[in-house]
């Protein structure tokens, strides 16, 4: 921070040594309020903590003159608390970055996050594979074709609980009005499993005794004559 004394113009203030009661949102917002009256604010970072008011203005001007208004003023007695007396003092300036600052910008920026949507490369990759882009994740909650896949199976087991027949969209109150019947003409009843016993003829052996199987069943003692 820079020293009190120091006339080194900046568009950073720092308010110190603010009592507890100042944190309190609707104080706070009356202070911020306060020293926006002398020029518009890029940053109000009041740090509770440490019992100060980090604020960055956007014009040097603005901040000297707020400086200089608001250094040593007292506020009155409020809520049975003693006066308390603002000291605003200046601290390094803050680099606002702008439009133009931006196109002259030499500095490091961080690479681009790649690696995250590049599928990894197998364990051998064969020759000439080469790593490509894959899709980010979805954004919604459902994707579309799952959507659609969820529907599909809601108006299979619809069809499966109704049965075969028409499907009843618009009934009438006591049997006045217009029905409205819907019925998939495409659509097959499902065939019953063929029963093996249907095909069989006489002289052959019966399917239901080719399934079955005797019970195994231990021998008997014997016993040894000597």
């Known amino acids: 921070m820079s020293s009190p004394a120091s006339s080194r113009r ?5 308010i ?9 949102p609707v104080i706070q917002q009356a202070l911020r309020s306060h020293f926006e009256a002398y020029g518009p604010l890029h940053t109000w970072a009041p740090i509770k903590g440490l019992a100060r008011v980090i604020m960055v203005y956007y014009s040097e001007e603005d901040a000297e003159i707020a400086k200089e208004s608001n250094d040593g003023l007292v506020l009155g007695e409020m809520r049975e ?4 007396v603002l000291r605003v003092y200046r601290a390094d300036p803050t680099p606002l970055e702008t439009t133009e600052t931006q196109e002259h910008n030499h ?3 961080p690479p681009v996050n790649d ?6 490369p197998p364990g051998s990759p064969p020759v000439g594979w080469e790593q ?3 899709d980010p994740p979805n954004a919604t909650p459902l994707a579309h074709d799952l959507i659609t896949a969820l529907r599909r199976l809601e108006i299979q087991e619809e069809e499966e609980s109704r049965g075969p027949g028409p ?3 618009l009934e009438p109150e006591d049997g006045v009005g217009i029905s409205v019947f819907v019925e998939d003409c495409d ?5 019953a499993p063929d029963d093996p016993a249907d095909d069989w003829s006489y002289g052959e052996t019966a399917p239901s005794r080719l399934r079955w199987r005797p019970t195994p069943t231990s021998m008997p003692p014997v016993s040894v004559m000597g």
């Open 132 to 134: 490509i882009r894959e």
């Open 107 to 109: 500095y490091l920026r």
């Open 167 to 169: 499907n009843v969209l």
């Open 16 to 24: 110190t040594r603010l009592p507890t009661h100042f944190f309190e």
């Open 81 to 84: 608390h003693p006066d308390v």
């Open 187 to 191: 659509a097959t009843e499902p065939e």
């Open 115 to 120: 690696k995250n949507f590049l599928i990894s």
């Open 10 to 14: 900046t568009n950073t203030l720092v």
